[in-house]
């Protein structure tokens, strides 16, 4: 599958996935839904000639389905279509906890176990599919946008990591970012090097495309430092001078973090941005760092490195101040992160981002971004999620009605 899917154009390579599950299982229909850019829908994309790029994308809500269950839980479902013996299929696309969508298949009759562990294995080998095409084609891109992007949110969402979750055997992270209705410059970004993980989060002041901008530089000048080698003392530093040499107007606050994986010792440094949550033994806390100046702001300063005090089975929130608006006042963040200890970090991320658009009742004063980080540990080997090894579970025997 990989090797055909290499040899096909990028924008095919999905369709030849689509064959040869066809040829090999006997599949009825092949499709995959791709998740958007908020993580509340899904976009079927069709054969390479039946997508019709020039228009928006059709979205798929997730709530109450059962797309929905599949990517909370990553764990495949097997139900009847109500056709005779024809079964549905819905398994999820994952990569290190990233839930780039669902493969979903009709098959003549139930499968058994053998069939359902291939169609486990052809769901992780389409996303690697994903990830080696995505870069040659906007086809992915325009399944993720199911509502236009101003020029502002362009800006902004190129800025974000490529992939909005990751697994590792020590943590798992995963970020979310609602925009404004004018785009407010939220931006999060993470790292995974050979014996750290670095986080960052930034809100850059104003709105639109005056934001986005002061964001890219600061995210630049950011990622600059840290691909060469510097610690965070000398990447706040690099990114504060890189507003004051471009003269950019306003500020930009950020939050740096970095975890050792071989020890665990955790050191961060807060410009001028809100504190973070950490969630221990259900009980949730606001860490209070000392806070420096943001970016861009003068006089001429430095930046303080802090030590945090990071156990395995910790949560920490990092947040913008977007979550903590006025119109979203009364929703009890500290009382939802507890009730969502359970949830993987993807999910308690959006859990968080779904809770204040809702009190916001759809309309963001600022952009609301959060980056929830489970911390479990140095010399672990555990993984959230494990791509096709719960596909025994979904069982055959009595596939469900739909």
């Given at each position: 599958?990989?090797?055909?899917?290499?040899?096909?154009?990028?924008?095919?390579?999905?369709?030849?996935?689509?064959?040869?599950?066809?040829?090999?299982?006997?599949?009825?229909?092949?499709?995959?839904?791709?998740?958007?850019?908020?993580?509340?829908?899904?976009?079927?994309?069709?054969?390479?000639?039946?997508?019709?790029?020039?228009?928006?994308?059709?979205?798929?809500?997730?709530?109450?389905?059962?797309?929905?269950?599949?990517?909370?839980?990553?764990?495949?479902?097997?139900?009847?279509?109500?056709?005779?013996?024809?079964?549905?299929?819905?398994?999820?696309?994952?990569?290190?906890?990233?839930?780039?969508?669902?493969?979903?298949?009709?098959?003549?009759?139930?499968?058994?176990?053998?069939?359902?562990?291939?169609?486990?294995?052809?769901?992780?080998?389409?996303?690697?599919?994903?990830?080696?095409?995505?870069?040659?084609?906007?086809?992915?891109?325009?399944?993720?946008?199911?509502?236009?992007?101003?020029?502002?949110?362009?800006?902004q969402h190129r800025l974000l990591p490529g992939s909005l979750t990751c697994e590792a055997a020590q943590f798992a992270v995963s970020g979310a970012l609602e925009p404004a209705d004018h785009v407010g410059g939220d931006t999060f970004d993470?790292?995974?090097?050979?014996?750290?993980?670095?986080?960052?989060?930034?809100?850059?002041?104003?709105?639109?495309?005056?934001?986005?901008?002061?964001?890219?530089?600061?995210?630049?000048?950011?990622?600059?430092?840290?691909?060469?080698?510097?610690?965070?003392?000398?990447?706040?530093r690099q990114a504060d001078k890189a507003m004051r040499e471009h003269n950019q107007p306003g500020y930009v606050t950020g939050q740096l973090l970095r975890i050792n994986l071989l020890d665990g010792a955790t050191e961060f440094v807060n410009?001028?941005?809100?504190?973070?949550?950490?969630?221990?033994?259900?009980?949730?806390?606001?860490?209070?760092?000392?806070?420096?100046?943001?970016?861009?702001?003068?006089?001429?300063?430095?930046?303080?490195?802090?030590?945090?005090?990071?156990?395995?089975?910790?949560?920490?929130?990092?947040?913008?101040?977007?979550?903590?608006?006025?119109?979203?006042?009364?929703?009890?963040?500290?009382?939802?992160?507890?009730?969502?200890?359970?949830?993987?970090?993807?999910?308690?991320?959006?859990?968080?981002?779904?809770?204040?658009?809702?009190?916001?009742?759809?309309?963001?004063?600022?952009?609301?971004?959060?980056?929830?980080?489970?911390?479990?540990?140095?010399?672990?080997?555990?993984?959230?999620?494990?791509?096709?090894?719960?596909?025994?579970?979904?069982?055959?025997?009595?596939?469900?009605?739909?």
């Amino acid at each position: 599958m990989l090797q055909a899917a290499e040899t096909a154009p990028p924008v095919e390579s999905l369709d030849v996935v689509a064959r040869i599950l066809k040829d090999r299982l006997g599949a009825v229909s092949v499709s995959f839904l791709i998740t958007d850019f908020t993580g509340s829908s899904v976009v079927r994309l069709g054969a390479a000639g039946s997508v019709a790029t020039g228009t928006t994308a059709r979205r798929i809500p997730l709530a109450g389905t059962v797309y929905d269950d599949v990517i909370r839980t990553q764990r495949p479902t097997v139900e009847s279509t109500g056709r005779g013996a024809q079964v549905r299929i819905v398994a999820p696309v994952t990569n290190r906890g990233d839930a780039m969508g669902l493969l979903e298949m009709s098959l003549p009759h139930p499968p058994d176990e053998a069939v359902l562990r291939e169609v486990g294995e052809a769901a992780h080998a389409l996303a690697y599919v994903v990830i080696a095409n995505r870069p040659f084609t906007d086809l992915y891109q325009w399944g993720r946008r199911t509502l236009p992007l101003s020029l502002a949110a362009e800006i902004q969402h190129r800025l974000l990591p490529g992939s909005l979750t990751c697994e590792a055997a020590q943590f798992a992270v995963s970020g979310a970012l609602e925009p404004a209705d004018h785009v407010g410059g939220d931006t999060f970004d993470y790292v995974l090097d050979r014996d750290t993980v670095q986080l960052s989060i930034t809100d850059a002041m104003g709105h639109d495309v005056q934001a986005a901008m002061l964001a890219t530089l600061a995210v630049g000048a950011l990622r600059r430092a840290r691909r060469a080698g510097a610690d965070l003392r000398e990447q706040a530093r690099q990114a504060d001078k890189a507003m004051r040499e471009h003269n950019q107007p306003g500020y930009v606050t950020g939050q740096l973090l970095r975890i050792n994986l071989l020890d665990g010792a955790t050191e961060f440094v807060n410009a001028g941005h809100p504190w973070p949550l950490r969630l221990r033994d259900g009980q949730v806390e606001e860490i209070r760092p000392e806070v420096d100046l943001p970016f861009g702001v003068h006089p001429l300063h430095d930046y303080r490195v802090q030590e945090l005090d990071l156990r395995p089975g910790d949560r920490l929130v990092l947040l913008s101040d977007g979550m903590l608006e006025r119109n979203v006042k009364a929703l009890d963040l500290n009382d939802l992160i507890a009730r969502s200890r359970e949830l993987h970090p993807r999910e308690a991320a959006r859990a968080l981002i779904g809770a204040v658009v809702e009190a916001g009742k759809g309309r963001l004063k600022d952009d609301a971004t959060v980056i929830c980080l489970d911390w479990h540990g140095t010399g672990t080997s555990r993984r959230d999620a494990d791509n096709g090894a719960n596909l025994a579970d979904a069982s055959a025997a009595s596939p469900r009605r739909h």
